[in-house]
């Protein structure tokens, strides 16, 4: 049994917020002899490498809880890494070549959906999916395919390399196909997020307004129309007059 990840489990069983940052310290000062050096190796679509240590507890001493929360904090550890930088390939190894890397991998296929079609993803999968769309989208990173993970020896682990690529050549070019024929128009763009929703409108290149709209205060919102469109069925189906969407009932529309 692991101590401090003992401690982690019962914060979490007991309602108190357990952060990925402190998880991460509280891994990183385990024992060897107790633990596991795993490293997470991205390739991306412009071919470059870049590798991320972490430490995890040795999964195999774990209680069914503490491997859980080992599991999922290397999950949302991968998650974080590609929502950044995105990436066509993930490569798992572990010092030493434990059993841990290869489990590692399969945990990453069943959460993050690795070969499914992208509207069969779970949760954690929509990293991917963002992941594969920015490949598709700069020239030539169609080529990348769909993301791919698998567990390595540490030996052939590569070395961390740079983009072969700038900013200022693919990237920029793309940017630029994006915005051709669109001089001197006007353009309204809208982000429905999961949480919020932004928009921004531009006329003639130069953003005039930019605006963020709580989406919990949206969801309340509809919930209270829906409230009200099922009050409004109930009022027409008893004969009597709707107050509150007289346009709608008395003309016999649907709601």
């Known amino acids: 049994m692991n ?19 402190e998880v991460r310290r509280a891994f990183a000062d385990l024992a060897p002899a107790a633990s596991v050096p795993v490293t997470c190796t991205f390739l991306g679509a412009d071919e ?55 489990e590692l991998a399969a945990e990453v296929f069943r959460a993050f959906g690795v070969g499914r079609p992208r509207r069969d993803r779970p949760g954690y999968g929509r990293a991917l999916n963002v992941a594969e769309r920015m490949n598709e989208a700069v020239p030539g990173g169609a080529a990348a395919g769909t993301f791919r993970c698998l567990s390595v020896p ?3 682990v590569p070395a961390a390399t740079a983009p072969t690529t700038a900013p200022s050549g693919g990237v920029l070019e793309m940017c630029r196909q994006a915005v051709a024929g669109l001089e001197g128009r006007t353009l309204c763009g809208i982000d429905v997020g999961g ?61």
């Open 195 to 255: 949480t919020d929703i932004k928009l921004a409108l531009a006329v003639r290149g130069a953003v005039t307004l930019a605006a963020y709209v709580d989406g919990i205060a949206i969801l309340f919102m509809l919930c209270g129309l829906t409230a009200r469109r099922c009050e409004n069925r109930r009022t027409r189906r008893a004969g009597r007059a709707c107050r509150s969407c007289a346009t709608c009932c008395e003309g016999g529309a649907a709601a």
């Open 48 to 102: 470059a490498v870049r590798a991320f240590a972490l430490r995890l507890p040795r999964l195999a001493d774990l209680p069914p809880a503490e491997r859980d929360l080992a599991v999922e904090y290397f999950l949302a550890s991968v998650y974080n890494i590609v929502s950044t930088i995105g990436g066509r390939e993930l490569r798992i190894s572990a010092e030493g070549d434990p059993p841990e890397a290869a």
């Open 154 to 156: 540490h030996r052939q």
């Open 3 to 21: 101590a401090p990840t003992r401690n982690l489990v019962e914060a979490a069983q007991a309602g108190r917020p357990v952060y990925i940052s």
